[in-house]
Nanobody
Framework: EVQLVESGGGLVQAGGSLILSCLASGSDFDDYAIGWFRQAPGKEREGVAYIGSGEQDTFVEDGVKGRFTISRDNAKSTVYLLMNSLKPEDTAVYYC???????????????????????WGQGTQVTVSS
């Protein structure tokens, strides 16, 4: 099992940047894929970006592609979400999540859907003003 804590949210003007961090504790962080999700008021939670246990396996949803970048530092047990050119519609609570590795079909599998993730952080608020 892994525990996740997000940080780095805040208030930023449109066009600005933020870096979110997801600090993991527990066993075998290096083996975990991590996903970033967000939930805006009145909307369903949606995926933003995902990274496999290997740093080269990254996926970014079309709506933020070219603006958001996901990366990880296994030595620090941390996954980052760099968000550039922020827009008011990026306003949401951002969550990081990890899958239960026992449910994955193979070790390098990177889940790309919300229901494949089992462990969640408490979220960090990002507010983008116009």
């Amino acid at each position: 099992e892994v525990q996740l804590v997000e940080s780095g949210g805040g208030l930023v003007q449109a066009g600005g940047s933020l870096i979110l961090s997801c600090l993991a504790s527990g066993s075998d962080f290096d083996d975990y894929a991590i996903g970033w999700f967000r939930q805006a008021p009145g909307k369903e939670r949606e995926g933003v970006a995902y990274i496999g246990s290997g740093e080269q396996d990254t996926f970014v949803e079309d709506g933020v592609k070219g603006r958001f970048t996901i990366s990880r530092d296994n030595a620090k047990s941390t996954v980052y979400l760099l968000m550039n050119s922020l827009k008011p519609e990026d306003t949401a609570v951002y969550y990081c999540a990890a899958p239960d590795s026992r449910r994955l079909p193979y070790s390098d599998y990177v889940p790309l859907s919300l229901n494949e993730y089992d462990y969640w952080g408490q979220g960090t608020q990002v507010t983008v003003s116009s």
